[in-house]
T-cell receptor, first 117, second 107 residues
Framework: DTGVSQNPRHKITKRGQNVTFRCDPI?????LYWYRQTLGQGPEFLTY????????KSRLLSDRFSAERPKGSFSTLEIQRTEQGDSAMYLC???????????????FGPGTRLTVL | KNEVEQSPQNLTAQEGEFITINCSYS?????LHWLQQHPGGGIVSLFM???GKKKHGRLIATINIQEKHSSLHITASHPRDSAVYIC?????????FGTGTRLQVFP
């Protein structure tokens, strides 16, 4: 399968614990996005990378959240000191990200569902 | 008020019916996307359009840039079309999503 993959698919943790999610994009894709989706809502943008550079972060991304894409391939999203309000589906997407292209199709992973008890 | 509004929020239909889902937006965009999300979370891109109309199988998407409005049509609906349909707009590098329309098609 050469699509976007995310691990783990499900994570249950206790309040105050740290969690880390991984996203592996489609191999030739330069751009990688993280979104968060709560029940009954559409996804909300968190952050995105062009290769290894993190170009934009949403105000939703508090100091407890950090994302990396160290070699411009896979990415990790870490949440420190989790809170019950962090419970959501965390979605990763990737796109070609061709320079000068206004927009291109994003391909989504299956998501990581986080439950904070 | 959300930047991307969809209607209706929920929609039920009998197999074979013609379905229309509407999307209005209030920001400047470079493209509008229609996405399909099945139970379990997986999201698939259906269309990306910046003008006019696109057709893929039984799905048709239209956009009116002046009116900031788009519609997704499903002809001859089928129970396998049951999913959440999400409208999203891109004005820069990121997508801004609507809350989705939950469609259920009954046999």
């Amino acid at each position: 399968d050469t699509g976007v993959s995310q691990n783990p698919r499900h994570k249950i943790t206790k309040r105050g614990q740290n969690v880390t999610f991984r996203c592996d994009p489609i191999s030739e894709h330069n751009r990688l996005y993280w979104y968060r989706q709560t029940l009954g809502q559409g996804p909300e943008f968190l952050t995105y990378f062009q290769n290894e550079a993190q170009l934009e972060k949403s105000r939703l991304l508090s100091d407890r959240f950090s994302a990396e894409r160290p070699k411009g391939s896979f990415s990790t999203l870490e949440i420190q000191r989790t809170e019950q309000g962090d419970s959501a589906m965390y979605l990763c997407a990737s796109s070609l990200g061709v320079r000068g292209l206004a927009t291109d199709t994003q391909y989504f992973g299956p998501g990581t569902r986080l439950t904070v008890l | 008020k959300n930047e991307v509004e969809q209607s209706p929020q929920n929609l039920t239909a009998q197999e074979g019916e013609f379905i229309t889902i509407n999307c209005s937006y209030s920001v400047g965009i470079s493209a509008l996307h229609w996405l399909q999300q099945h139970p379990g979370g997986g999201i698939v891109s259906l269309f990306m359009l910046s003008s006019g109309k696109k057709k893929h199988g039984r799905l048709i998407a239209t956009i009116n840039i002046q009116e900031k409005h788009s519609s997704l049509h499903i002809t001859a609906s089928h129970p396998r079309d049951s999913a959440v349909y999400i409208c999203a707009v891109s004005g820069g590098d990121k997508l801004i999503f609507g809350t989705g329309t939950r469609l259920q098609v009954f046999p």
